[in-house]
């Protein structure tokens, strides 16, 4: 389908194509296998200002905006859900800057990031996922800086990203209107990591603990203002789930282009298996639903990309379908290779792996709903 794409989008995704092809590809199933995380990848993207793509020229960055972000996210996923993600969650670790950042942080910031240091966004905590309100973490105000004490869990890019993005509690008895957002530097003093966890997917993705022990940070870095910290962050979601929703796209696409080309040539009672109406009709329902899914997720990002002031149902609704179909569209992938697709040494498995993660975070699936839902509801009394 043509997607009408300006000239720099169709670079920005052929770019990111060739680079999937030529340079991810070949080592997915190494980095799957080492669960390390792809740094000579994320210097070629660096040198390629892929990580720049989506930050104002003024700073270094290409000019574009999130529609950009997911067709370079997308494109890489195709290759690989993880190696995608050193590049998509450093745009979520940069989007509290990005929108709500000073000059000054901006300029030391986001130039950064546009050379290629990975960020990382840090809300979850133990106790409080989906139920975000519930963090603990703290920051105390202390003359000229703040005091940061608390852990954060499962923050993607922890350890190997150089900028924090971090949500926390300033007044507890202000409720959602006592947090506030901070940005903390790797080796700033009382910044640690946990040991990278071990996941089912995205294998290749640093996956952390980041604990703050009486972390100093300078008011300097505080984004905004006091008690504005769930604003960026919800902003920062509505910005960043197409994103979400872009790497489900990549991923399901990527597990089609395998079952298709393995469906020709698998053989069965004398014929290919695309002779057979059951694998030719499942054939047609994945790429539908890649398709529907893809058109989705670009009118989402293109809608953020205009400035439109409600756009958290639509960002929602992209994650949301997108994510549903890379689960489903895997799934159907690995049934049509049939044993061979239950076994690591073909790609499929690992397509499917990978594609769970995207109903879960940056809000829960049933969290997407609700969000969808009570905006529809809204709408309705307008
Ligand atoms: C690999 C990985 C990477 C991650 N990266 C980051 C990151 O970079 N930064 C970050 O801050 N966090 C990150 N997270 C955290 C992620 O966003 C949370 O796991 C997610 O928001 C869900 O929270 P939870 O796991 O605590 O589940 P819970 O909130 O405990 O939910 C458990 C179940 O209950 C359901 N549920 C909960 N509340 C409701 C409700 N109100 N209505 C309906 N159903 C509900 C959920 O949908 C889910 O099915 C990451 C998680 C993983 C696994």
Redesign the pocket.
Known sequence: MDYLLNEQQIMIRDLARQIANDKIKPVVAHYDETEEFAWPIMKILAESDIFGIYIPEQYGGLGGGVMEMCLATEELSRACGAIALGFA?TA?GTFPILLYGSDEQKKKYLTRVAKGTIA?????EAE????AGGIKTFAKKDGDSYILNGT??????AGEAEIYTVIVMTDKNKGARGASAFIVEKGMKGIEFGKK?K?LG?RA?A?REVIFTDCRVPKENLISKEGMGFIVAMKTFDNSRPGVASQAVGIAQGAFDCAINYARKRVQFGQPITSFQAIQHMLADMATQIEAARALVYASARMVDSGAKNISKDSAMSKLYASDVAMKVTVDAVQIFGGYGYMREYPVEKFMRDAK?TQ????????QR?VIAANLIKESMR
């Open positions: 969650g979520l990382a966004f840090c809300i979850t409080a996922g989906s139920d954060k869990q499962w923050i993607t890019n966890e996941k995205i993705s996956t993660i879960i975070y940056e809000g829960t699936n049933q969290v609700n």
